[in-house]
């Protein structure tokens, strides 16, 4: 069985477990919920996400799912707790010029000229989504360690996280 933090706002607030067995992984959610909301759980991998369900407040979540559900997330990375009412694909705001969203000089600089980036915003992070194509040069290139890749909309993005400073942050 391999442990993974749950983070809800970027912090860890219980624990995911993901166990093998045959051909399905059964996840297992433990924490304390942040607030009387409906939430659900999520599995975060370096490749993509998956929706694990909601959350019940006494007994948290186990549920089971096929290798062909969680093939697409890759290497698991973490758990995250979202509000169920939370699309984040419905919350993604299109940004025509995304180095005016920062003070940074120097982000300013990187992201001068990037077509079809998305924000958004949780608590006080700010999350960047570039578009990515195996074809083009890495956005963001010296960031690449700290960048999420994600389906949104159908396309391929990879979305970085920053604090209020405008410091890169691993969500």
Avoid at 20 to 46: H, K, M, N
Avoid at 116 to 132: D, M
Wanted: aromatic share 12%; glycine share 10%; proline share 8%.
């Amino acid at each position: 069985m391999d442990k993974f933090p749950l983070l809800w706002e970027g912090k860890a607030i219980g624990e995911l477990s993901a166990e093998q067995e045959t051909l399905y992984t059964w996840f297992t959610v433990r924490c304390r919920l942040p607030g009387e909301s409906i939430w659900c759980a999520w599995a975060v991998g370096d490749r993509g996400e998956l929706r694990l369900g909601v959350v019940e407040p006494q007994n948290g979540i186990r549920r089971r799912f096929s290798r062909q559900m969680t093939a697409p997330l890759g290497k698991l990375l973490r758990g995250e707790l979202r509000p169920a009412g939370d699309r984040a694909e419905e919350s993604w705001t299109a940004v025509p010029e995304p180095d005016r969203l920062f003070r940074t000089p120097w982000l300013r600089r990187q992201l001068r000229g990037v077509r079809g980036a998305l924000t958004r915003t949780a608590g006080e992070r700010r999350f960047l989504a570039l578009p990515y194509d195996e074809k083009k040069p890495f956005p963001l290139t010296p960031l690449f360690c700290l960048a999420q890749p994600r389906n949104i909309g159908g396309k391929r993005y990879m979305v970085y996280a920053f604090d209020g400073k405008e410091w890169p942050v691993f969500r």
